[in-house]
């Protein structure tokens, strides 16, 4: 009887040292944030106001495709890196696909996500210029946790301003924040200028990653001592969870294969980078031909339908414009339960990327969602965050078309993050409550038509 090897597992020898910065390699530069008064483009002193500086460096680094991890990170990392790469033998028996499916298990790690993976870093970087505060925004939690966990480490105050509605849908990943000793506010909130306005425009709006952002940076203006933190979108956040990519690279060679495949989910493009770009350098600079697949919600659907423009990252206005696939920042997503993809634009090197082909994204309703989520939990015996669902269903879609074929591809996929304190929300599906949501073409073009004035 053949040996099948479930898990794949580095030594602590082998986690990589250095994280990978695709935009050294990309043959067409993304243009560049632009400042929001002047529309001149942004330095790393005008980011640094907001940001560690480090971070402002990596963000706008265009040049050195490999940047050392620093030390007290990498001995960080090791409490719970590397994470497993596992093949999904009894998913594949499942589907009856001749497809070999595999995921990188994110989930294994304190905080149950990836989002550790750069809340370390910026962490770090933040207490080694003498920051005192850290500030941030949160949809699902899964960063918000991350957030407040990784500033306690290094003696950080940190204040995250979490989706209103997710707050309400996901009560307990609030709870783990305040019990790493972070302050946490829903929003939009009274407490900001630009909650109050947002609040006054629509007493019921049910917050947005937009929102909250706002907010977190206009704290981080006008608290002392205080710097802001992301969990997505920008560049430095995508290096940070390069890690992922590395390590399943590495773990790729001992499974003897190499993914035909990859695939993640898709909100502002932590995840999808972190474990996409190691291997696009190889498509970038080897030739390779793997296929690369953003799942987005259909709810929220930046990369199917937005267009690429520049828009601001947040609600209210107050962070650079970026060049971006976005729906409008002022596009209020429907109350779906992947939290953390409820985000109107795309990350900067991803939307370059798509612009050049290098990639596609694929729109997944919810319950489809859901559908592949609760199938996951029953063959491979762990229950998946929503967010991770949107990438499940879509190797279930690429698992199915090889099952047309014959092709024996090899599919990889990130699972972002574990669904334990998502039940509420599988109770609902379980119950039949979920249902899915649609934006119209009239929504999406008013909302465009919004950015015309901006550049």
Same mark, same amino acid.
């Given at each position: 009887?053949?040996?099948?090897?479930?898990?794949?597992?580095?030594?602590?020898?082998?986690?990589?040292?250095?994280?990978?910065?695709?935009?050294?390699?990309?043959? $067409?530069?993304?243009?560049?944030?632009?400042?929001?008064?002047?529309?001149?483009? =942004?330095?790393?002193?005008?980011?640094?106001?907001?940001?560690?500086?480090?971070?402002?460096?990596?963000?706008?680094?265009?040049?050195?495709?490999?940047?050392?991890?620093?030390?007290?990170?990498? *001995?960080?990392?090791?409490?719970?890196?590397?994470?497993?790469?596992? &093949?999904?033998?009894?998913?594949?028996?499942?589907?009856?696909?001749?497809?070999?499916?595999?995921?990188?298990?994110?989930?294994?790690?304190?905080?149950?996500?990836?989002?550790?993976?750069?809340?370390?870093?910026?962490?770090?970087?933040?207490?080694?210029?003498? $920051?005192?505060?850290?500030? $941030?925004?949160?949809?699902?939690?899964?960063?918000?946790? @991350?957030?407040?966990?990784?500033?306690?480490?290094?003696?950080?105050?940190?204040?995250?301003?979490?989706?209103?509605?997710?707050?309400?849908?996901?009560?307990?990943?609030?709870? !783990?924040?305040?019990?790493?000793?972070?302050?946490?506010?829903?929003?939009?909130?009274?407490?900001?200028? /630009?909650?109050?306005?947002?609040?006054?425009?629509?007493?019921?709006?049910?917050?947005?990653?937009?929102?909250?952002?706002?907010? /977190? !940076?206009?704290?981080?203006?006008?608290?002392?001592?205080?710097?802001?933190?992301?969990?997505?979108?920008?560049?430095? !956040? @995508?290096?940070?969870?390069?890690?992922?990519?590395?390590?399943?690279?590495?773990?790729?060679?001992?499974?003897?294969?190499?993914?035909?495949?990859?695939?993640?989910?898709?909100?502002?493009?932590?995840?999808? +980078?972190?474990?996409?770009?190691?291997?696009? &350098?190889?498509?970038?600079?080897?030739?390779?031909?793997?296929?690369?697949?953003?799942?987005?919600?259909?709810?929220?659907?930046?990369?199917?339908?937005?267009?690429?423009?520049?828009?601001?990252?947040?609600?209210?206005?107050?962070?650079?414009?970026?060049?971006?696939? $976005?729906?409008?920042?002022?596009?209020?997503?429907?109350?779906?339960?992947?939290?953390?993809? &409820?985000?109107?634009?795309?990350?900067?090197? !991803?939307?370059?990327?798509?612009?050049?082909?290098?990639?596609?994204?694929?729109?997944?309703?919810? =319950?489809?969602?859901? *559908? @592949?989520?609760? #199938?996951?939990? &029953?063959?491979? +015996?762990?229950?998946?965050?929503?967010?991770?669902?949107?990438?499940?269903?879509?190797?279930?879609?690429?698992?199915?078309?090889?099952?047309?074929?014959?092709?024996?591809?090899?599919?990889?996929?990130?699972?972002?993050?574990? +669904? #334990?304190?998502?039940?509420?929300?599988?109770?609902?599906?379980?119950?039949?409550?979920?249902?899915?949501?649609?934006?119209?073409?009239?929504?999406?073009?008013?909302?465009?038509?919004?950015? *015309?004035?901006?550049?």
């Amino acid at each position: 009887m053949e040996k099948k090897q479930k898990r794949y597992f580095l030594a602590e020898e082998e986690i990589p040292t250095q994280w990978y910065n695709i935009q050294a390699d990309m043959a $067409t530069k993304p243009l560049p944030p632009l400042h929001p008064e002047t529309k001149e483009p =942004l330095t790393v002193d005008d980011l640094a106001k907001i940001f560690p500086r480090e971070c402002c460096v990596q963000e706008l680094d265009t040049e050195h495709a490999w940047i050392d991890i620093p030390q007290d990170v990498l *001995d960080k990392y090791k409490f719970f890196r590397s994470t497993p790469l596992v &093949r999904a033998y009894a998913l594949e028996e499942a589907l009856g696909t001749p497809a070999h499916i595999y995921f990188k298990n994110e989930s294994v790690n304190p905080l149950g996500s990836h989002k550790i993976n750069s809340a370390l870093p910026q962490c770090y970087y933040a207490k080694q210029e003498g $920051t005192t505060n850290v500030t $941030t925004e949160t949809g699902a939690g899964q960063w918000g946790m @991350a957030l407040s966990y990784a500033s306690k480490l290094y003696g950080l105050e940190a204040a995250v301003y979490q989706v209103k509605i997710t707050m309400q849908q996901k009560p307990y990943r609030s709870t !783990v924040m305040r019990t790493f000793g972070a302050a946490v506010t829903g929003s939009p909130s009274m407490s900001t200028r /630009a909650g109050k306005d947002i609040i006054t425009r629509d007493p019921r709006h049910p917050g947005s990653l937009g929102t909250a952002i706002s907010e /977190a !940076v206009e704290l981080a203006q006008t608290t002392p001592n205080t710097k802001y933190t992301l969990g997505s979108v920008l560049n430095h !956040v @995508a290096l940070h969870q390069s890690i992922i990519g590395l390590e399943a690279e590495k773990q790729m060679e001992k499974a003897g294969e190499y993914p035909d495949t990859v695939i993640a989910c898709f909100g502002g493009g932590s995840n999808f +980078g972190g474990l996409a770009f190691p291997f696009m &350098r190889h498509n970038i600079l080897n030739g390779k031909q793997t296929e690369f697949i953003a799942a987005e919600p259909a709810s929220c659907p930046k990369l199917t339908r937005g267009q690429f423009r520049y828009d601001f990252g947040d609600e209210a206005g107050y962070t650079p414009l970026l060049p971006m696939f $976005t729906l409008g920042h002022n596009f209020k997503p429907s109350n779906i339960h992947a939290g953390g993809l &409820r985000y109107h634009g795309a990350g900067v090197i !991803v939307s370059q990327l798509l612009k050049d082909g290098m990639m596609r994204g694929e729109d997944i309703p919810q =319950l489809e969602s859901f *559908d @592949a989520g609760m #199938l996951f939990a &029953r063959t491979e +015996g762990i229950v998946p965050a929503p967010e991770s669902c949107h990438a499940i269903a879509a190797t279930i879609r690429e698992a199915n078309k090889c099952k047309e074929t014959g092709e024996e591809k090899v599919i990889l996929f990130c699972l972002s993050g574990h +669904g #334990l304190i998502d039940m509420p929300s599988y109770e609902q599906y379980l119950n039949g409550d979920l249902q899915n949501y649609a934006i119209t073409d009239e929504d999406v073009a008013k909302n465009l038509a919004e950015l *015309d004035e901006l550049v």
